[in-house]
C-alpha cells in the first residue's frame, strides 16, 4: 500500500542501513586493533574469560622469571664454589708436596705462603660473591643464607646456601678473615692439613650437588611455566583476537551492503514523491 504518512519501505531501509553500519563500524575498529572484543557490549562473557588468561599470562611470565633468577643465582653460587675447589685441589697438591722429606725448610716456607695466600683467598670469595647486591654465602660459620624463589602455581623453592667457610674449610679452622691455624711448616705439619683438604673439598662437592639439583628443578619449573604462558596467550588469542581475514570479508560485504542499504533508501524515499505526482 502507498501512503504519504508513512513510508514503511524508508523506515525498513534506514533501519537495515543502521544495522550494516554498525557492522561497519565494528569491522573496521576489529581490523585496527587487531582484537575480536574491544568492549563488553562485543562479547562479555568473552571478555571476562580473556582478561582472566591475560592476568594469568601475566603471573606466569613473572613466575618463570623468578624460576631464571633463581638458575642465575645458583650459577653464580656454583662458579664461585668452583673457584674453591680449584683453590682447594691447589692446596692439596702443595700440602702433598710439603709431606716429603726430600725438600728444605726454606721450601716449605714458600709452600706455606701460598697455602696461607689460598686460604685467605676462600674466605674473600665467601665475603664478596653477590648476586644482585647480596650476599650470597653466609658469613658466618655454619650457618646459611635462604632464598625463597617464587614459581606460581609451583609453589617456591627455597635454596640455602651454607657459609664458604663451613663447606670448604671449616676443618681447617678459617675464620670470616681468611686466617688459619694449619699450616705447611713441617711434614707432620702438612699431613695433618692433607686429611683436611680431602674432607673440605668433598664438603664443596656435596654443596655444588645440591646447587646442581636445585638448578635442574628451577630449570624444569621455567620450562613448564613458560609452555604454561604458550598455551594461555593461544586460548587469549583464541577469545579476544581478530581473525582478520573472515574481518576482511566482512568489511567488504558490508561495504557493499550500505552502498546498496543507501541506495535502497534512496529509492524507498523516492515513493512517496511519486505518490504526490498523482495528485498534480
Do not use: C, H, P, W
Amino acid at each position: 500500500m502507498s501512503s504519504i504518512l508513512n513510508n514503511v519501505a524508508a523506515l525498513n531501509a534506514s533501519r537495515q542501513l543502521g544495522i550494516t553500519g554498525g557492522n561497519l563500524q565494528q569491522t573496521i575498529e576489529r581490523l585496527t586493533t587487531g582484537k575480536r572484543i574491544n568492549k563488553a557490549s562485543d562479547d562479555a562473557a568473552g571478555l571476562a574469560i580473556g582478561n582472566k588468561l591475560n592476568a594469568d599470562i601475566k603471573i606466569a611470565t613473572q613466575a618463570q622469571r623468578n624460576a631464571n633468577d633463581g638458575v642465575s643465582y645458583l650459577q653464580v653460587a656454583d662458579g664461585a664454589l668452583d673457584s674453591v675447589t680449584q683453590l682447594l685441589t691447589r692446596a692439596s697438591q702443595l700440602a702433598q708436596q710439603a709431606q716429603t722429606g726430600t725438600i728444605s725448610d726454606s721450601n716449605r716456607a714458600n709452600l706455606d705462603a701460598e697455602f696461607q695466600n689460598i686460604i685467605k683467598t676462600m674466605g674473600n670469595i665467601g665475603i664478596s660473591t653477590k648476586f644482585n647486591g647480596t650476599a650470597i654465602f653466609s658469613s658466618t660459620a655454619g650457618s646459611t643464607t635462604s632464598v625463597a624463589v617464587q614459581a606460581g602455581d609451583y609453589g617456591s623453592l627455597t635454596v640455602s646456601l651454607g657459609s664458604v667457610a663451613t663447606a670448604s674449610t671449616a676443618a681447617l679452622g678459617l675464620v670470616s678473615n681468611g686466617t688459619t691455624g694449619d699450616n705447611l711448616a713441617s711434614s707432620t705439619a702438612a699431613g695433618s692439613v692433607v686429611s683436611k683438604l680431602a674432607a673440605a673439598l668433598e664438603s664443596v662437592s656435596t654443596m655444588r650437588a645440591s646447587i646442581g639439583a636445585n638448578e635442574a628443578q628451577l630449570n624444569a619449573t621455567s620450562d613448564i611455566l613458560g609452555v604454561q604462558v604458550q598455551n594461555f596467550t593461544a586460548a587469549s588469542s583464541q577469545i579476544m583476537d581478530a581473525n582478520i581475514a573472515d574481518e576482511v570479508v566482512n568489511l567488504t560485504k558490508f561495504q557493499i551492503l550500505n552502498q546498496s542499504g543507501t541506495s535502497a533508501l534512496a529509492k524507498s524515499n523516492q515513493s512517496s514523491q511519486q505518490i504526490l505526482a498523482l495528485l498534480q
